[in-house]
Structure formats: C-alpha cells, structure tokens
C-alpha cells in the first residue's frame, strides 16, 4: 500500500494479503528493497502514486489498485507495457463529486464562506448586512469534460434553473446539451465554467490566461477535477485584477500546498480537496480496491480496470 484507504477496508484487505504499508515505513527506499519481490500488487491514491520506476522495481507485480476515479498520478503506459493490470474507482464517487461541485457554486454565488465569517466574527452587528451576492437561476454553465462526473452536475445545475452546454474532445452521442468545440468560445458563453475533465499532457494548464479573460467579469472557475488543469499563476492573476469574478477551487496544482495568493483572496472558496470525502463514498471507494484485488487474485478478473 503506497497510501492509506478507510480502515474497515484496510482490515479487510489484511484478511487476504499480506500488507506493506510503504507510507508508514521509516526508510521507503530500504523497505522497498526488501519486499520488492515479494510484490504482486499495489494499492496507490491521489496523493501517493505509482511511478514507472516503482513498477520497474517490483519484478512480480501483476496488478495496480487504485483508490480514486483520477488516474493521473499511476503511469499506465508502463503498467500496460509490463502487462500490469490497473483498476480505479469509478461510479461510486460521482454524485458526492458534483455535489461539491455545486455547493462551490452556491458558496461563490451566495457568499456563503464569506457570511458565515462575517456572523462569527461579529461583523454582521458591527457593519450590517452582507454585501448582496448573485443567483443562480438564468445563469450558464459551461462544463468542460461531460464524463459521469460531468452530466451530474448538470442535472444538478439544471435543478437550479442554470442554462448547460459543454466542451469535449468530441461531441457525445445522445446528449441535448449545446456543444462547443472551442474551448473559449464555451467560455465567453459561460458564467460559470466547471472543470470536470481527467488530468493527462492533453488537458495540462488547459485553463490559461485566455480561457480566463474569455469567461470575463462576471464568470466563475469551478474546478473539482485536478488542479494542473488551471495555470494557476494565471488564474491568481485574473482573480486579483478582476478578469474573473471569482473562483470555487477542490484541487491545486501542488496539494497541500495551496499558493497564500489564493488563500488572501475573498472572490475564493477553497476546499481541501474533499469531492469524494464522505463516509459512504470513501468505503464504497475502498470495498472496489478491495473487491478488484480479491477477484483478481482469486479468478484472474476485475470489475473496473482503466
Ligand atoms: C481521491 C480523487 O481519489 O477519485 C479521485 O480522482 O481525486 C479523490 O476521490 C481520494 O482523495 C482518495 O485518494
């Protein structure tokens, strides 16, 4: 186990294999060393991954269990090449995903984090009322990447009266949403631009200074998907001068290092990367990692590879 994964499932996974806890280890390096061939599989997440030397080091390895939809930080080309299978964790997570991709819209929109601050730190007595915010209802939502991920939020946006057309690298069969094949043009249409896309070289900074002035004043960046998908320096940039009205952020480019530009801000709300983070949906995430690897072991199958 390169990361830690809910313990009922830990304990679980405990009961079958034999466990290495590489995160806990004193020395990684010389723990390595010593297990390395005994490895058949591994257990990686967000925030410990697999690299290609990693793989390269564990002669025995045969399949990669990953806790979490994003993939971006296991190198599958080198688990493919090497015949190691790769399994995520898809599904599960979507509508815990686009419910925090809704609540950081209604957090910027309604100013939510901002007047829960101003009622315990006694502004509201002191100053008066808050500074009015802005509604939902009318607005547009433009989501780049319409994955599972994606079309929740939009059913969820158009509960709230908000207007949905998408970005993609090709337009999906069988959805009435509008589809814009470029990127800012879907932009300037947007009030609101919500990242939903996965993280690859393709999507890399995708969100850039000119995306950023194409969404305008009065536009909003969502993002729930990865954090390098936004130059964030450009985006520090339009939140400071006021390219952009504001921002609903997840995910950053170098967790849990979060730029204190960002964290000065007022047009922000920040979460510590938390869409999947419930109860019920990290177990459901865990049980897959643990299902993929029992059924691997035992009949040579999985449920979920990538
Ligand atoms: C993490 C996520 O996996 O699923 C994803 O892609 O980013 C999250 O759900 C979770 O934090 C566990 O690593």
Known sequence: ????????????????????????????????????NDITGVVSTAWFGVSGKLIKALPNLEIISHFGVGYDNVDVLAAKKRGVIVTNTPDVLTDDTADVGM???LAVFRRLVEGDIYVRSGQWAKKGALPMGRGLRGKKMGIVGLG??????????????????????KKKKG?????????????????????????????HHLI??????????????????????VDEKALIDALENGVVYGAGLDVFENEPDVPSALCRLDNVVLQPHVGSATA?????????VVDNLRLYFEKAEVLTPV
């Open 208 to 229: 850039n200074a000119k995306v950023l002035k194409a969404l305008g004043k009065q536009g909003v960046l969502i993002n729930i998907a990865r954090g390098k998908i």
């Open 148 to 169: 599972r991920i994606g079309q929740a939020v939009a059913k969820r946006a158009q509960a709230f009266g908000i207007e949905v057309s998408y970005h993609g690298p």
């Open 280 to 288: 019920e949906t990290r177990a459901a995430m865990a049980q897959l």
């Open 175 to 203: 959805v009435a949403y509008p589809f814009h094949a470029g990127l800012e043009a879907l932009a300037k249409a947007s009030d609101i631009l919500m990242i939903t896309c996965p993280y690859n070289a393709d999507t």
């Open 1 to 36: 186990m390169m990361g830690p994964i809910p313990l009922a499932q830990a304990e679980e996974l405990e009961k079958i294999f034999h466990i290495h806890r590489l995160w806990q280890a004193q020395d990684p390096e010389k723990k390595l060393k010593e297990v390395r």
């Open 103 to 105: 609540g950081l819209v």
